[in-house]
């Protein structure tokens, strides 16, 4: 039996959300994790998040084919962004969001580690689907 290349790597570990309107959030649970979802798992119309100078997750809004999303659920997946960091317990976080066509890996950087272009900065409240309220 011939084994694929990818039967060699472990099983992707992600948080799901599934937003009101129908948007799906991903989140990495591991640096690993955070890797493969930002690198491979990512379509270049994804939404990428990460919570703005501390470590967290590398979080995905999944592209609906034909729209955008409104700032209202951009500001959703920032939270959940801001929940799965060292944030958590803070007041009002900044999250830098940008599509995922500008996340990129640095040569040699170890997991967990990317660096990004065409960012916006959104601030939030860390929350998850269930505690989210909407915020202007």
Known sequence: MKQT???????????????????EVLAGRTDTDNDRLSLKTAHPDDWWFHVRGMAGSHVLLRRQKGMDPDRQTLKQAAAIAAYHSKARSGGTVAVSCTKARYVSKPRGAKPGT???????????????????????
């Open 114 to 136: 990317v660096q990004i272009r065409k960012e916006i900065t959104l601030k939030v409240k860390p929350a998850l689907p269930g505690e989210l309220k909407n915020e202007p």
């Open 5 to 23: 290349e990818s039967s060699h790597q472990p099983t992707l570990k992600l948080f799901r959300y599934e937003l009101e309107n129908g948007w």
